[in-house]
């Protein structure tokens, strides 16, 4: 994100604050027509989770976009004050911050590495965070290291910051970010491969997950390095090429279309929330892309009802799609101990690891 930009989303955001919608989206538009840079937050929007699902609500108004994100950039669900936490550890295991550099640039990145050290690891998964988010926030919000000790994962959690991005966002809507030449797809593959290597997984065993631009840039993941991926979950995220600048990235969060969207091309498991209202919730079915040979599923946890698509691509790869109903811009069955996480189910984490572990 360039300085302009940056200086007339804080415009935005502060007009936004002060009531004014339209004088926040007139200064967005304004920077829009001479910006090639980010906006500074990203959001998913699930309505409806099928693929190929149309929006049964009319878009939100630019303001709308605005304004949610506006809540976003405060950090809207963080306590005020509220610090990075501090997670527990057992006896054995190790949650270290380590940082990667390659040829494809460095990034400071959390590690998990289960407590018994003699058994065989099962496989490496790259977690990436939403904007605003931590390493420790959002492993405290999906409780990944728990299932990670449970079912002898190691767990990796690149750091992305401001130096980067305004609101530590992946910048999934940068062309240049999402190609296996440079930027920031090729640097996260270089990372995981690395950890990989490091812990002896054997081939077909690294997963990428994540939660909003880290959803989006799992989903890129897919696209760039399909024989580094066996498979990827995305919560609340968007297609492989939704957008290509700031204007294109507000109009796929709003369900514009996406000519140039990709669906994804390894086995994936999607997770969209029904109450979230920042990303159409077209963007799911753009995720899965055509299927075949589905079957549908209900299912309810703690009172929250959920459907269940279950299915394959043309070219063979599993697809699970989640509609949660009543669930907003947050991790499914996560822990309020970490950012835009919500403990009613289901188990995101749970039926993401399920879904990694049956690739053998």
Known sequence: MNDDFATAMRRSLEQTRAGNPLAATRAIQAALAGSSGAPTAFAANPQEARPRAKPTASRPRLSQVVADLAQLRRGANLMPGRTRPTLEVPEGAAFERRQHTGP??????????????????????LMLHGCTQSPED??????????????????AYPEQTRAHNASSCWNWFRPGDRTRAGGEAALLADLAAAVAKDHD???????????????????????????????????????????????SALGAMRGDPAPGAESVCVPAIIFHGSADRTVAPVNAGRLAGRLEKFARSTGEAAGRRYDVLTSRTPGGHSIEV???????????????????????????????VRFFLERD
């Open 138 to 155: 959002f492993a405290a919000g999906t409780r990944m290291n728990a299932h990670a000790e449970r079912h002898g994962l190691i767990v």
């Open 201 to 247: 997984v054997p081939a077909g065993r690294i997963f990428a997950a994540g939660l909003s631009a880290g959803g989006a840039m799992a989903a890129i993941l897919a696209q760039t390095h399909p024989e580094v991926f066996a498979a990827v979950g995305v919560h609340s995220g968007l297609a492989s090429g939704s957008a290509n600048d700031v204007m």
């Open 104 to 125: 494809y640039g460095a990034r400071d990145y959390r590690l998990y590495i289960p407590s018994d050290l003699k058994a065989p690891v099962r496989g490496v998964i």
């Open 322 to 352: 989640w509609r949660i109903d009543g669930a907003g811009h947050a991790w499914s069955g996560g822990s309020t101990e970490g950012s835009y996480a919500d403990p009613t189910g289901p188990d995101a984490t749970a039926e993401m």
